[in-house]
């Protein structure tokens, strides 16, 4: 039999990894001294410690492998797994060289594109209006028309307003929690969403044209969309008998700001 330190270097693995490995039950000594406490390993141990670093070296975690190794979980299993993470985070890098040729192609034209950035947005409540409700389609009318009645409701949120752009458009005010039906107003849940997201300063009318260049981003970094477009007020004008929160409202359409969000998976 060997002690921890001579087995550590036939084994490869540190005397510390094997003292850890023990005293998890991911692998124990063949014989433990009651009075020394000195650990003893067998050379048959070999084949097992080696499968352990195997399952290391592929990224697997100890819990992950303490499942297998114990027998609780099937190895085939636990190995598929592990694949299909790998796989994931082989997309992800892929994502990301692709986002970064993007950034240096334009850098190399000298363009100033705005900067694209992948982000994680909460579920969020909230009442709709689609424009089909109002009078030639018309959004300014549609949000007056919705934060009146949000307004009058007393659920306003102190959360920017925005809408949903895709075979129609829906404009949408935060809630701080659901109000009566109204009519042509609808509450419901905006799922959270993985989003690739772009800042656009400056009037509407050159929103087409930044909504274009966000799809072509996420294209060209190999995202699919997954849903209708976002698009978030961050600064705006309104009517002051709306009483909106005073942190969102500009004077000049100069000074508008707002944020597309496209989901990406």
Known sequence: MFTVGAFARIS???AKALRGYDAMGLFRPVRVDRLTGYRYYSAAQLPQIRRIVAL?????????????IAGHADLAA?????????????????RRLAALDIRVAAGTEGADAPD????????EPVATLSLDEVPDHDVGAAFYE???RVRDAGRRANRPPGALVDDRVIVFV??????KPVPGVACRLLPASRMATI?????YAALPAARRSLEAWAGAAGYSIGGPLRVVYLQFGAEPELRLPVGYLVGRSAEFLTELQLPAI
């Not at 290391?56 to 297998?68: E, F, H, P, Q």
């Not at 694209?116 to 579920?123: C, I, K």
């Not at 800042?199 to 009037?203: A, K, Q, V």
């Open 12 to 14: 490869g693995v540190s």
């Open 78 to 94: 636990v190995l598929a797994e592990r694949r299909a993470e790998l796989e994931r985070e082989q997309r992800e890098v892929e």
């Open 56 to 68: 290391r070296n592929v990224g697997m975690g100890l819990d992950a492998i303490t499942r297998a």
């Open 146 to 148: 919705l934060e009146s």
């Open 116 to 123: 694209v950035v992948v982000r994680s947005v909460a579920e």
């Open 199 to 203: 800042l656009h300063g400056g009037g």
């Open 174 to 179: 935060p809630l701080r929690r659901p109000m």
